[in-house]
T-cell receptor
Framework: GAGVSQTPSNKVTEKGKYVELRCDPI?????LYWYRQSLGQGPEFLIYFQGTGAADDSGLPNDRFFAVRPEGSVSTLKIQRTERGDSAVYLC????????????FGPGTRLTVL | SQQGEEDPQALSIQEGENATMNCSYK?????LQWYRQNSGRGLVHLIL?????REKHSGRLRVTLDTSKKSSSLLITASRAADTASYFC???????????FGQGTRLTINP
């Protein structure tokens, strides 16, 4: 079946602009995660959805970052007033809670803030 | 914050040799997973080992887990050029579903 998909694959924006990043999880996966990866580092957790609700948003760095999953499937990560330090690869993953928390990742969105 | 540390940070070996990467972590875990990443994009799930397991195999991969030492190792046997990638370990636990990653090992297989 289809894996996790993310759009766009690349996004270049200017400092101060608003961006939306989209994630389409594996069909039937109720859990969805956002991570951020800076160059040379491992991914860092941002937020976790169980169904439509954010079960853990402890990784969001500040209130410029927000994510939604209104119908329990597709999720959108929203970043307001982007800063150069937001430049990174944003990764989305999904998992089935029937398993042992194997998380399957999408290809990522590379965000560049000029 | 990073939970674990991979060792070595970089590893370069000849095709056909075995590659061993190590991961250490700090807190108690439920599961430990290994991922491969090519060219800084999506991570490919390789294997998951539960905290009550000590060893697991999948094809050319062998993973061990020592919870007393809070460490894991990933062995890739008979390496191929296509194994060139970064490898990350990730843990979950303490009531949380989120994964906490190490900084990765960059593996280069020389033909």
């Amino acid at each position: 079946g289809a894996g996790v998909s993310q759009t766009p694959s690349n996004k270049v924006t200017e400092k101060g602009k608003y961006v939306e990043l989209r994630c389409d999880p594996i069909s039937g996966h109720t859990a969805l995660y956002w991570y951020r990866q800076s160059l040379g580092q491992g991914p860092e957790f941002l937020i976790y959805f169980q169904g439509t609700g954010a079960a853990d948003d402890s990784g969001l760095p500040n209130d410029r970052f927000f994510a939604v999953r209104p119908e329990g499937s597709v999720s959108t990560l929203k970043i307001q007033r982007t800063e150069r330090g937001d430049s990174a690869v944003y990764l989305c993953a999904s998992s089935s809670l029937a398993g042992y928390n194997e998380q399957f990742f999408g290809p990522g969105t590379r965000l560049t803030v000029l | 914050s990073q939970q674990g540390e991979e060792d070595p940070q970089a590893l370069s070996i000849q095709e056909g040799e075995n590659a061993t990467m190590n991961c250490s972590y700090k807190t108690s875990i439920n599961n430990l997973q290994w991922y491969r990443q090519n060219s800084g994009r999506g991570l490919v799930h390789l294997i998951l080992i539960r905290s009550n397991e000590r060893e697991k195999h999948s094809g050319r991969l062998r993973v061990t887990l020592d919870t007393s030492k809070k460490s894991s190792s990933l062995l890739i046997t008979a390496s191929r050029a296509a194994d060139t990638a970064s490898y990350f370990c990730a843990t979950d636990g303490q009531g949380a579903q989120k994964l906490v990653f190490g900084q990765g090992t960059r593996l280069t297989i020389n033909p």
